[in-house]
């Protein structure tokens, strides 16, 4: 089945450890997206992807870094965690930016103790 | 950079009447208004979306407006059923350039 495939479903971390959420389409879509979802702020643009080889800052970046080697792979790393991560990050792709729909993963809970 | 107000940020409604959910947008060259719904535990998915060559868009009890000079746009619910309880995002962006900017969501609450 075509679509959007997020792991883990959660991870509890403890602070200061480097984490991966792994992020893999099949639609053979241009652009992907990462999200942080926080009570009461919606959703929040963390980094995204144009097309494989490139990525852009969103509007939370600080503390993630993401990369785009294929047009599959998304992956989001925090490099050393801290509790203020501790959010729902969900994932999501689109064929380009010309304004179609964003497909959304499941979404991983992270909780950084 | 755009900024997406969305109003209220809850709302409870009695089943079968209307619901009304506003946002504002603050970049005159956004063009693509989507909306998401999300329900409890879930991913969000597409409801219903407008350009900005349209004013107003149908989708059986669905509707959005948009008001380009006053830069807001509305998504309106008729009829409402229980299933229409879950968190709604209202998003702005110009295709082409900026990626999609969420409002922070409106909980809706259809009471039975």
């Known amino acids: 089945i075509a679509g959007i495939t997020q792991a883990p479903t959660s991870q509890i971390l403890a602070a200061g450890r480097r984490m991966t959420l792994r992020c893999t389409q099949d639609m053979r879509h241009n652009a992907m997206y990462w999200y942080r979802q926080d009570l009461g702020l919606g959703l929040r643009l963390i980094h995204y992807?144009?097309?494989?080889?490139?990525?852009g800052k969103g509007e939370v970046p600080d503390g993630y870094s993401v990369s785009r080697a294929n047009t599959d792979d998304f992956p989001l790393t925090l490099a050393s965690a801290v509790p203020s991560q501790t959010s729902v990050y969900f994932c999501a792709s689109s064929p380009d930016r010309d304004g179609s729909p964003l497909h959304f993963g499941n979404g991983t809970r992270l909780t950084v103790t | 950079g755009e900024n997406v107000e969305q109003h209220p940020s809850t709302l409870s409604v009695q089943e079968g009447d209307s619901a009304v959910i506003k946002c504002t947008y603050s970049d005159s060259a956004s063009n693509y208004f989507p909306w998401y719904k999300q329900e409890l535990g879930k991913r969000p998915q597409l409801i219903i979306d407008i350009r900005s060559n349209v004013g107003e868009k149908k989708d059986q009890r669905i509707a959005v407006t948009l008001n380009k000079t006053a830069k807001h746009f509305s998504l309106h619910i008729t009829e409402t059923q229980p299933e229409d309880s879950a968190v709604y995002f209202c998003?702005?962006?110009?295709?082409?350039?900026?990626?999609?900017?969420f409002g922070k969501g409106t909980r809706l609450s259809v009471i039975a």
């Open positions: 992807s144009n097309t494989a080889g490139t990525t």
């Open positions: 998003a702005a962006l110009q295709v082409g350039n900026t990626p999609l900017v």
